[in-house]
């Protein structure tokens, strides 16, 4: 669930969305009390309530959050579908990895599309996306079914790559969206255990493509001086791009004199994932996996 994109969108609508929610700061130190696990789990319900209490005899302000809330069920559905197609063909996924990955990070993204439907639906009373009338092509063919990815769910390798851009792309999508929650530590805090989990998911997949099929994947982003993506695949360079950034804050990462030595490109870009917004998002996904031509 891309959070930080949610709250960063919501205060576009509703400016005052931290001070609606900032008293109930309690109930989310509550959750992270529990540990990261529980907390990943719990943390979602309770914004359903965070919610239904900060938006109610609101007007109109609902619609404009269900509108964004809206959006991020379409990419939870697009994730969603994806991962339950996958574990429906027969022989695709082997059972160890079935079992110990794939079902499991299957599970966390319908959980998103459960929390989201009801957030729009129950506490903000208004009208969730309806599924039927989104069309998704996972093999990024934008409706033919025979984009780059053909063999999405018929060969277990190109499954895997998918699925590894999806995940990488929303774990920088969440770093993007951080500095909206920066006036909220609380929310923040909370927030950043999911993104957490959203990450290990994205290092698993690496890690079976490297084990699996002899990828040179670590479980972590690791770009070149001219390339941001490390993975191999260029029908997703877009994706990656603007990961082989090493300077930040102005400071050049690989020659930073207090380390005795410079450090390596691929070292200092592992070292920091580098953010994407919401139109940058859009802009990868529509037009390819999300059918931009759909009823």
Known sequence: MNLFNIIEEIE???????????????????????????????????????????YAQTGGTAADVANVLNFALTLEYLESSFYNIGLDKGGLIPTADRNNYISKISRDEDAHVLFLKSVIKDSLKQQPVDR????????????????????????????????????????????????????????LTAALSIHAVEARHAAALRHLLHTKFSAALKPWIESTATAGNDTGISQVNGNYDKEQNVTHLGVDVTTLPETGNSADVRSATAAFDEPLTRTEVEDLLIGSFIVSNAD
């Open 12 to 54: 576009k609508v509703d400016p005052e969305i931290a001070d609606r929610m900032n008293p109930r700061r309690s109930a989310i130190k509550n959750i992270t009390s529990f540990g990261s696990k529980v907390a990943a789990a719990a943390l979602p319900f309770a914004l359903g309530t965070m919610f239904k209490k900060a």
């Open 132 to 187: 039927a009338s989104l069309q998704f092509d996972f093999t990024g063919g934008n409706g033919s079914n025979d984009g780059p990815f053909a063999t999405v769910f018929s060969d277990y390798a190109t499954f895997l790559k998918v699925a590894t851009a999806f995940e990488d792309t929303g774990v920088r999508a969440y770093k993007g969206q951080a500095p909206a929650l920066l006036g909220n530590q609380v929310v």
